[in-house]
């Protein structure tokens, strides 16, 4: 009846929803591809303190760039060291990105919102677009890049549930390098849809301990049919990367390179609630060795040391592997036979052997040392759940929001959910926002126990 106002057949399509109740709103706020981000943040100059230094292991004095040139191309060991605010992403990279789902929307949980009955904005940021399906194609991309310009052939690396594995096998495809994943033998067996994704992107895939390696035959001698952990097979592709000139090794969490490239997302993510004109009250992210946590709060944390943010920053792990909330603050190992450089972290020991957990990517010992200083100066807050209540949180989410969260997402989940309880309490509109790391279509082993009441 409103038609001879306006000729636009779409503002009569609006009109005639709205005149009936219907509201139909975008839950997504996307970025272009002109809008992605160009540069990633470096938050070293912007840290409460210096960084403590890696020690050598042996001499236990700061660990010299040259140290490292067997294992990494010198541009990762420039950028682990750098000074610089910012630095330029490559253009191919940028491609890459583009090839993963870059820029990646920032989505409304508008179906959670209303499960829960409150006052609450939820929004979450989609690192589960990724065909890899996690945030880890932010780093392996340029890691590949970074060693393929500098002549390197091969890329060795370990995995454990399989996540950063699929990651770089993808990113070796895509930069023509050969990729030789180390897999831990309990998940090679358990878990064989990860390690044909890995093989369909190209990569050779060994269950560890292997006879490949010294340290792998060493291990077999003991117990031949060792069922591997995440510390042996670092150890295991290092050896490799060691042993052979074009061949180097990649890490897919921890190291300050690795935090850097992740700050895509929260570069995007800052952009993103610029157009919403709204600022998050809680960023959450959940914490392995504290990649995804990093990517998605530092841009945001270095602009709340200048004034700049007004935001509470969350990290979640599992009860199980309490680094951050039960750790000690101290040098350790970054694996478990001792071969890395020590850094200075929560740590639960590097001998510490965490329980069989859903969660494979949490199951780290340590955390990054950058994201260990924001825990320890309280600029990030840490948090604990059992795996039960995260499944929980994570079954409430895939049904009103038709996604199924990775294991490691669901800790983040739950934190949003219990702050977005709290508010209904005190009847507070807060922005909550988490970062949702991957899916979990291939951890529906998990859903399963727990849908048959077999959860512990
Ligand atoms: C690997 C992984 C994690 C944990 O690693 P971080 O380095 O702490 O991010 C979390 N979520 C998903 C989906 C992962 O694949």
Same mark, same amino acid.
């Given at each position: 009846?409103? #038609?001879?106002?306006?000729?636009?057949?779409? &503002?009569?399509?609006?009109? /005639?929803?709205?005149?009936?109740?219907?509201? /139909?709103?975008?839950?997504?706020?996307?970025?272009?591809?002109?809008?992605?981000? !160009?540069?990633?943040?470096?938050?070293?100059?912007?840290?409460?303190?210096? +960084?403590?230094?890696? =020690?050598?292991?042996?001499?236990?004095?700061?660990?010299?760039?040259?140290?490292?040139?067997?294992?990494?191309?010198?541009?990762?060991?420039?950028?682990?060291?750098?000074?610089?605010?910012?630095?330029?992403?490559?253009?191919?990279?940028?491609?890459? &990105?583009?090839? #993963?789902?870059?820029?990646?929307?920032?989505? !409304?949980?508008?179906?959670?919102?209303?499960? +829960?009955?409150?006052?609450? $904005?939820?929004?979450?940021? !989609?690192?589960?677009?990724?065909?890899?399906?996690?945030?880890?194609?932010?780093?392996?991309?340029? %890691?590949?890049?970074?060693?393929?310009?500098?002549?390197?052939?091969?890329?060795?690396?370990?995995?454990?549930?399989?996540?950063?594995?699929?990651?770089?096998?993808?990113?070796?495809?895509?930069?023509?390098?050969?990729?030789?994943?180390?897999?831990?033998?309990?998940?090679?067996? %358990?878990?064989?849809?990860?390690?044909?994704?890995? !093989?369909?992107?190209?990569?050779?895939?060994?269950?560890?301990?292997?006879?490949?390696?010294?340290?792998?035959? $060493?291990?077999?001698?003991?117990?031949?049919?060792?069922?591997?952990?995440?510390?042996?097979?670092?150890?295991?592709?290092?050896?490799?990367?060691?042993?052979?000139?074009?061949?180097?090794?990649? +890490?897919?969490?921890?190291?300050?390179?690795?935090?850097?490239?992740?700050?895509?997302?929260?570069?995007? @993510?800052?952009?993103?609630?610029?157009?919403?004109?709204?600022?998050?009250?809680?960023?959450?992210?959940?914490?392995?060795?504290?990649?995804?946590?990093?990517?998605?709060?530092?841009?945001?944390?270095?602009?709340?040391?200048?004034?700049?943010?007004?935001?509470?920053?969350?990290?979640?792990?599992?009860?199980? #592997?309490?680094? =951050?909330?039960?750790?000690?603050?101290? &040098?350790?190992?970054?694996?478990?036979?001792?071969?890395?450089?020590?850094?200075?972290? &929560? @740590?639960?020991?590097?001998?510490? /052997?965490?329980?069989?957990?859903?969660?494979?990517?949490?199951?780290?010992?340590?955390?990054?040392?950058?994201?260990?200083? +924001?825990?320890?100066?309280? /600029?990030? $807050?840490?948090?604990?759940?059992?795996?039960?209540?995260?499944?929980?949180?994570?079954?409430?989410?895939?049904?009103?929001?038709?996604?199924?969260?990775?294991?490691?997402?669901?800790?983040?989940?739950?934190?949003?959910?219990?702050?977005?309880?709290?508010?209904? $309490?005190?009847?507070?509109?807060?922005?909550?926002?988490?970062?949702?790391?991957?899916?979990?279509? =291939?951890?529906?082993?998990?859903?399963?126990?727990?849908?048959?009441?077999?959860?512990?």
């Amino acid at each position: 009846m409103f #038609v001879h106002y306006c000729s636009k057949k779409i &503002y009569i399509v609006q009109h /005639v929803m709205v005149s009936r109740g219907i509201h /139909v709103k975008p839950v997504k706020t996307e970025l272009t591809a002109e809008e992605m981000p !160009r540069k990633w943040y470096n938050i070293l100059p912007d840290l409460p303190e210096p +960084l403590a230094p890696p =020690l050598n292991p042996e001499t236990k004095k700061p660990i010299s760039p040259t140290d490292l040139e067997a294992l990494f191309p010198k541009a990762l060991i420039a950028q682990e060291m750098a000074s610089a605010s910012y630095i330029d992403i490559p253009e191919e990279v940028l491609q890459g &990105y583009m090839m #993963v789902n870059r820029p990646s929307p920032l989505q !409304r949980a508008v179906g959670l919102e209303r499960a +829960l009955k409150t006052p609450a $904005k939820i929004y979450f940021k !989609r690192e589960d677009m990724s065909p890899a399906g996690s945030h880890k194609t932010n780093t392996s991309l340029p %890691q590949a890049y970074y060693n393929m310009k500098e002549g390197v052939q091969n890329l060795t690396t370990e995995t454990g549930a399989g996540q950063w594995g699929t990651a770089l096998s993808l990113a070796c495809n895509h930069f023509g390098l050969g990729c030789k994943v180390f897999m831990v033998r309990a998940s090679y067996d %358990q878990k064989p849809y990860r390690r044909e994704m890995m !093989r369909v992107y190209g990569a050779d895939v060994s269950p560890s301990p292997s006879n490949l390696t010294e340290f792998g035959k $060493k291990m077999l001698a003991k117990d031949p049919n060792h069922p591997g952990s995440l510390g042996i097979a670092i150890s295991e592709a290092m050896e490799m990367a060691l042993k052979d000139g074009k061949t180097k090794y990649s +890490l897919g969490s921890v190291l300050n390179h690795v935090m850097m490239h992740q700050t895509i997302i929260g570069e995007e @993510t800052l952009l993103q609630f610029k157009k919403l004109d709204e600022e998050p009250d809680y960023m959450i992210g959940c914490v392995g060795g504290g990649s995804n946590f990093a990517g998605f709060t530092f841009p945001a944390i270095g602009q709340m040391l200048k004034k700049k943010m007004n935001t509470e920053f969350i990290a979640v792990e599992p009860t199980v #592997v309490p680094s =951050l909330t039960n750790g000690k603050y101290e &040098y350790d190992f970054g694996d478990t036979a001792g071969m890395t450089p020590l850094l200075l972290m &929560y @740590t639960l020991g590097h001998d510490f /052997v965490p329980s069989p957990i859903h969660a494979g990517g949490l199951r780290y010992h340590g955390a990054a040392p950058t994201v260990s200083q +924001l825990v320890n100066k309280k /600029v990030v $807050k840490a948090v604990a759940y059992q795996q039960k209540e995260v499944f929980s949180a994570a079954m409430m989410f895939a049904r009103a929001e038709g996604i199924i969260p990775a294991p490691e997402t669901a800790h983040a989940i739950k934190a949003a959910v219990d702050l977005a309880l709290e508010a209904k $309490k005190k009847n507070e509109k807060k922005i909550i926002a988490l970062n949702f790391s991957g899916h979990g279509l =291939l951890d529906l082993g998990g859903y399963q126990q727990y849908l048959d009441g077999k959860m512990v």
